[in-house]
C-alpha cells in the first residue's frame, strides 16, 4: 500500500509544472502615448532593464525595453518598428531579460543586435542561450599586459606597440581610412576568434566590409554582429554590448580575442538619442551624463580574464567630428582607453596610408610590453619625425641651409626612409619582428 502512495505521488509530481501557478499574477499594462521614440504606459509593474511586449489590436506587436519611470508610469524604447501601434495597446511584460544565441557555431556568421542570422545561412545552433551582461572582473585579479600583440602593420607593430589585452582608439574624421584600417588589422593579427561590431554604419557600408574588407578567409573565424544606421538606437545599442558579450564568451574559454568596434561614437550617439527621448538633460554639447557612465561600462569589459585565461585585445573607433580631437566623445574616450592612434586628414590627402599621425598616436602599455631596445629606437624615431614636421615649412621653400642644426640635418637625410616605414600597402603584411628589425635599421643607418 504504502508503495503504491509513493507510486502515485510521483506521478502526480510529473503534472506539478503544467499546473504551477505563477507566484505572482502577471499584470498588463496599456500603451497611453508615444512621443518621439518613447513610449508610455501605465497599469503593470517591470523593473528598469526588463523587456516587454506592446501587442496591438491588429496583432501588430513589437519588442520595448523599460528605461524609466515616473510615478505609475512606464518609459519603454521600441527594438523595432512601431509601425501598426495603436493608442490603447496592450503592454506585456516578458518574463526575463533576454537570452542571447552563444557557441562555436557563431563563426562565420553576421548577426544583428539579437543574435538573429542576417546572413540568410539559416538559424545559429547555439550551444547555450545566456544574459546580456557578464559577470565583472576583479581589477586585482586581471592578468597584467606584458605581452606584445602583432597586428601585421608595421608602423603600429615597430611605434605603438599593442600588448594582447589592450584597449585602444582609432580616433579620425570621416573618410581617413579607419575601416579599412580595421580590415587590415582583421586579416593579420594574431588572434584565436575576431569579433567585428559594425555599429550605426550604412547598411552599403556593411556589406562592403564584410565582402572587400574583410574577405572569406577571415570571415571563417570571425562573428560579425551588425546594426545599421537605420535600425532604432535600441538595436543599436544592443549590438556593441551583444558583441562584447561574445568577445566575454571566447574569452572565458581559454581563447585570444580580437574584438574591432566601429564606432564607439555612434554607440554614444544612440544612447543619447534614448536619453534624450526619456527626458534626461543634455549636458556637454548636447550630450546627457548617462552617456559618460556608458562608456567605460561598456570599454571595461574588454582586456585580460583572470591569470591563465584568454583576453580581449579591442580596437574602437571613434569619429572626431571635423577632425576636432577636443570633441567630448573623443576626450571621454581618452580618459578611459589604454592608448589612441590618431589618424590625419593631411596624410590622407596627400596618399599617406595608413594615415597614422605618429606624434599625436600612443600606446600607453607599450613600456611594458617592448625591450628597451625597441623602445629607445621607437622615441628616437619620433623625435626625427617630429622634427622634421616643425622644420617642414622651412624646408619646403628652400629657407632652411643645411648644416645649421645637427637634428634637423638628420631628420632632412632620413625622412624619405622613415616616411617609406610608415606607409603600408592594403595587401602588405609585415610581423612584428620584422617591424622592429626594420626599425633598428633604420635609424642604424648613415
Known amino acids: 500500500m504504502r508503495l503504491d502512495r509513493i507510486s502515485f505521488a510521483r506521478r502526480l509530481a510529473t503534472y506539478l509544472p503544467a499546473v504551477r501557478l505563477p507566484d505572482r499574477p502577471l499584470l498588463e499594462g496599456r500603451l497611453l502615448r ?9 497599469g503593470l509593474q517591470a523593473a528598469v532593464g526588463s523587456r516587454c511586449l506592446v501587442i496591438s489590436g491588429d496583432s501588430s506587436q513589437v519588442e520595448a525595453e523599460v528605461m524609466g519611470f515616473a510615478g505609475d508610469r512606464l518609459y519603454l524604447m521600441p527594438v523595432g518598428s512601431l509601425m501598426g501601434i495603436a493608442p490603447g495597446a496592450r503592454v506585456v511584460p516578458l518574463p526575463d531579460a533576454g537570452q542571447l544565441p552563444m557557441g562555436p557555431a557563431m563563426l562565420g556568421r553576421v548577426l544583428d543586435g539579437v543574435g538573429r542570422p542576417l546572413d540568410g545561412l539559416g538559424p545559429v545552433r547555439a550551444a547555450e542561450h545566456i544574459a546580456m551582461t557578464g559577470p565583472a572582473i576583479n581589477p586585482l585579479k586581471r592578468q ?38 580595421l580590415g587590415m588589422m582583421t586579416r593579420f593579427t594574431a588572434a584565436d576568434v575576431i569579433i567585428v561590431g559594425l555599429i550605426g ?21 570571425s562573428v560579425v554582429v551588425a546594426s545599421p544606421a537605420d535600425e532604432a538606437p535600441l538595436m ?83 569619429l572626431s567630428e571635423g577632425d576636432d580631437q577636443q570633441d567630448p566623445i573623443a576626450d571621454a574616450a581618452r580618459g578611459v582607453l589604454d592608448g589612441h592612434i590618431v589618424l590625419s586628414r593631411r596624410l590622407a590627402e596627400e596618399g599617406h596610408y595608413p594615415a597614422i599621425d605618429i606624434e599625436a598616436s600612443i600606446s600607453r602599455v607599450m613600456p611594458q ?73 633604420l635609424l642604424a643607418r648613415r
Open 34 to 42: 508615444m512621443v518621439g521614440l518613447t513610449l508610455e504606459a501605465e
Open 369 to 441: 610590453v617592448t625591450s628597451p631596445e625597441h623602445l629607445k629606437n621607437a622615441q628616437r624615431f619620433k623625435q626625427l619625425w617630429s622634427r622634421y614636421q616643425q622644420s617642414r615649412d622651412l624646408i619646403s621653400v628652400g629657407a632652411y641651409v643645411a648644416g645649421g642644426d645637427p637634428e634637423t640635418d638628420m631628420a632632412i637625410a632620413r625622412h624619405a626612409d622613415m616616411a617609406a616605414f610608415l606607409r603600408q600597402r592594403l595587401d602588405e603584411s609585415e610581423s612584428l619582428e620584422q617591424s622592429v628589425s626594420r626599425l633598428a635599421a
Open 236 to 318: 543599436r545599442l544592443r549590438a556593441a554590448m551583444y558583441c562584447t558579450r561574445i568577445a566575454e564568451y571566447f574569452r572565458d574559454r581559454g581563447q585570444n580575442v580580437l574584438l574591432l568596434m566601429d564606432s564607439l561614437t555612434r554607440f554614444a550617439q544612440a544612447q543619447r538619442e534614448i536619453a534624450l527621448a526619456i527626458g534626461e538633460p543634455p549636458a556637454t554639447k548636447g550630450y546627457p551624463p548617462s552617456v559618460f557612465a556608458r562608456l567605460p561600462a561598456l570599454v571595461e569589459r574588454a582586456g585580460n580574464a583572470d591569470r591563465g585565461g584568454g583576453s580581449i585585445t579591442a580596437f574602437y573607433t571613434v
Open 201 to 221: 554604419e550604412r547598411g552599403r557600408e556593411v556589406k562592403e566590409f564584410i565582402e572587400q574588407i574583410l574577405g572569406e578567409e577571415s570571415l571563417r573565424r
Open 144 to 181: 597584467p599586459i606584458c605581452e606584445p600583440l602583432d597586428v601585421g602593420i608595421r608602423s603600429i607593430n615597430g611605434l605603438l606597440t599593442v600588448g594582447r589585452g589592450q584597449r585602444l582608439g582609432l580616433f579620425a574624421g570621416t573618410g581617413v581610412g579607419k575601416s579599412v584600417l
